[in-house]
């Protein structure tokens, strides 16, 4: 029996020498030269610039991979990013220097397994390939001795490892305690009351109310920080109205997507395939004399008709079943016929007409596409020579009137979506636009361009109760109802306290029925029922609205549910990985502070600087 120990060593050694390779294939080790070998040391074991700098390169890779974009160093120094990587290789180098000082190690069999198990060393048949294992740490400057010697360290250190937190099992309780947080439920019988609940709607407020409500609540009434911008920008659709487009140009794409614009008739078809045509004729019989349906077969067979659905399907698609099928005028069932997974029943459930859409009537819409990319090609040819003017001191006045660019102002502040704001880039380069920056050229998700220059920053300012009047009533209205509505729900408590029913309150009454706080909204009413006793009732107000409910009862979680026995699966997986993550930390931690560490700052440097 493979111990618990040996399968999780098995599955580090895996990690780590798919994250090497991916490395290797980032990065080539022989960009350091010179002295300056180390970034530091864990006690004997020297990290080594180039491990760092693989560790460094593929975590700046995976971050550019993950935001669409490239990141910079310094990006990931900003984020934490670089401190994360210098962590790891410290934490490796740690275990390492361990697994020295016990004396562990594997056996050259080991390497060789490892070795040739590893899939960008294998040919086009599956095997070994030694030149290209040869061929692969040469470009990545490596020796096979070292990188068989950096196997012998990897599986070592993933032996310890496996050591260190084989067994772990999180405490029943722990999972049990967050698994009945989540999944126990609820039945409740609630009302939301509205403004039909009061009497009268709430007045307006008087002149002392209205300030004083205006002066509870000036961060409503509080006009942002607005930057005050003067751009000038360029979109295809500025320039796509003067845009030619050749009419050969045109034909050609409506060829090229012939497809979408000549569909063929289709059928909805279900296929339901026997193991031999005898059987196949069996079954069409008994359909035919009304011994059994269409879905009593599908359900003889173990499936579903979910599983024998083929959707919208051309004669073409159905091969030699095509025309018994497509034979018929109205929905039926065809068969038994030869199908590719042999012979089959065929329902038939609906006709889809053929759809033709001529060059004429697609003209239109084909000049638009056409167009759009012509006026974003031009438009990209027109960069350099605006970022020539605006290096050379051009305003962004003087853009629109020398080039097709249009001039325009914004009093911009964060949220606003409107005009230009509703492009990203442009949100994002008016949060970032600071006094004294130069226009430059920037890009729209569209295709389109702009430059842009700050003339004022307005500081936030409480805007005059004059100017927001209509809002202060409008506020103050709205908290008096709700404040009047959770009077009246209150002596509608009291009522069910005293044994009343829901019914005869006036009110629409609404329940839910075993629900878990999850299910609940909004969730202060879920907060609300799962602190109650059953039998109790309570008023909720949750922003402008109010609630009353009763707990009608307590109900463990639904044991019978899949989602549930997913979920106690998944609270105890994430509650022993979380229980494994802390014990491996703690270990690495105080084998860190045994053996000690030293780096070498202008090594870091180094490697830092081989960086954009």
Same mark, same amino acid.
């Given at each position: 029996?493979? @111990?618990?120990?040996?399968?999780?060593?098995?599955?580090?050694?895996?990690?780590?020498?798919?994250?090497?390779?991916?490395?290797?294939?980032?990065?080539?080790?022989?960009?350091?030269?010179?002295?300056?070998?180390?970034?530091?040391?864990?006690?004997?074991?020297?990290?080594?610039?180039?491990?760092? /700098?693989?560790?460094?390169?593929?975590?700046?890779r995976d971050q550019s991979e993950a935001q669409g974009r490239s990141v910079?160093?310094?990006?990931?120094?900003?984020?934490?990013?670089?401190?994360?990587?210098?962590? @790891?290789?410290?934490? #490796?180098?740690?275990?390492?220097? *361990?697994?020295?000082?016990l004396g562990l190690s594997v056996g050259d069999a080991a390497v060789r397994d490892q070795v040739?198990?590893?899939?960008?060393? %294998?040919?086009?048949?599956?095997?070994?390939?030694?030149?290209?294992?040869?061929?692969?740490?040469?470009?990545?400057?490596?020796? *096979?001795?070292?990188?068989?010697?950096?196997?012998? *360290?990897?599986t070592a250190r993933s032996l310890l490892q496996g050591a260190v937190v084989a067994g772990v099992r999180a405490p029943k309780g722990y999972a049990e305690t967050l698994y009945n947080f989540i999944a126990e439920r609820r039945s409740f019988t609630f009302a939301q009351l509205g403004d039909e609940a009061l009497d009268a709607p709430a007045p307006a407020p008087t002149p002392d109310q209205a300030q004083a409500y205006y002066a509870a609540n000036e961060a409503d009434f509080t006009a942002p920080e607005t930057k005050r911008i003067t751009y000038a920008w360029l979109t295809p659709d500025m320039v796509m109205e003067t845009v030619e487009v050749d009419e050969q140009m045109l034909r050609d794409l409506y060829e090229e997507r012939i497809a979408d614009y000549v569909i063929p008739e289709r059928r909805l078809v279900e296929r339901l395939v026997y193991g031999s045509m005898d059987d196949a004729e069996a079954a069409a019989a008994r359909l035919a004399s009304g011994e059994a349906s269409f879905e009593a077969l599908v359900e003889e067979r173990g499936l579903t008709l979910e599983d024998i659905d083929l959707g919208d399907v051309t004669e073409a698609d159905l091969g030699a079943a095509g025309a018994a099928v497509f034979a018929l005028e109205e929905p039926g069932v065809a068969g038994p016929v030869m199908s590719d997974l042999g012979p089959a029943l065929f329902r038939m459930n609906a006709v889809l007409a053929a759809q033709e859409t001529s060059f004429e009537q697609a003209r239109d819409e084909l000049r638009a596409e056409l167009a759009q990319d012509r006026a974003r090609r031009i438009i990209a040819d027109s960069v350099t020579d605006i970022d020539d003017r605006l290096a050379a001191g051009a305003t962004v006045e003087e853009l629109a009137q020398e080039?097709?660019?249009?001039?325009?102002?914004?009093?911009?502040?964060?949220?606003?979506?409107?005009?230009?704001?509703?492009?990203? #880039?442009?949100?994002?380069?008016?949060?970032?636009?600071k006094e004294g920056d130069?226009?430059?050229?920037?890009?729209?998700?569209?295709?389109?361009?702009?430059?842009?220059?700050?003339d004022e920053v307005i500081a936030p300012r409480l805007r005059p109760f004059e100017e927001v009047e209509e809002q202060v009533t409008a506020g103050? %209205?709205?908290?008096?109802?709700?404040?009047?509505?959770?009077?009246? /729900?209150?002596?509608?408590?009291?009522?069910?306290?005293?044994?009343?029913?829901f019914d005869t309150l006036g009110l629409t009454v609404e329940t839910g029925e075993g629900l878990t706080r999850g299910a609940v909204n909004p969730p202060a009413m879920a907060r609300q029922i799962f602190s109650m006793?059953?039998?109790?009732?309570?008023?909720?107000?949750?922003?402008?609205?109010?609630?009353?409910?009763?707990?009608?009862?307590?109900l463990p979680?639904?044991?019978?549910?899949?989602?549930?026995?997913?979920?106690?699966?998944?609270?105890? @997986?994430?509650?022993?990985?979380?229980?494994?993550?802390?014990?491996?930390?703690?270990?690495?931690?105080?084998?860190?502070?045994?053996?000690?560490?030293?780096?070498?700052? @202008?090594?870091?440097?180094?490697?830092?600087?081989?960086?954009?």
């Open positions: 029996m493979v @111990s618990a120990a040996k399968k999780t060593g098995n599955i580090v050694v895996w990690i780590l020498l798919l994250l090497l390779i991916v490395g290797l294939a980032g990065f080539g080790v022989g960009n350091f030269g010179g002295s300056v070998d180390a970034i530091g040391k864990v006690g004997d074991e020297e990290i080594t610039v180039d491990e760092y /700098a693989r560790e460094l390169q593929r975590a700046l910079t160093l310094a990006e990931a120094q900003a984020t934490g990013l670089v401190g994360q990587v210098r962590a @790891s290789v410290i934490a #490796a180098a740690t275990m390492d220097n *361990e697994a020295g000082r040739l198990a590893i899939p960008a060393f %294998q040919g086009l048949d599956g095997e070994f390939d030694r030149e290209a294992y040869r061929f692969t740490l040469e470009q990545n400057g490596l020796t *096979e001795a070292e990188f068989e010697a950096q196997i012998r *360290e990897e080039t097709e660019m249009e001039l325009g102002g914004i009093a911009y502040f964060s949220g606003l979506q409107d005009g230009i704001a509703a492009y990203d #880039a442009f949100r994002e380069a008016a949060e970032a636009l130069f226009p430059e050229v920037v890009e729209l998700e569209d295709g389109g361009i702009f430059a842009m220059r700050l103050w %209205q709205a908290e008096e109802t709700r404040r009047l509505l959770a009077a009246k /729900a209150g002596g509608m408590k009291a009522l069910l306290d005293a044994g009343d029913a006793e059953t039998g109790q009732s309570a008023v909720v107000e949750a922003g402008n609205e109010v609630y009353l409910l009763r707990l009608d009862a307590i979680p639904d044991e019978e549910d899949p989602a549930a026995a997913f979920l106690r699966q998944t609270l105890d @997986s994430q509650a022993a990985q979380s229980l494994t993550q802390d014990i491996y930390g703690y270990f690495a931690e105080s084998l860190l502070g045994e053996a000690g560490l030293t780096l070498e700052q @202008s090594a870091i440097n180094a490697v830092h600087a081989q960086f954009p």
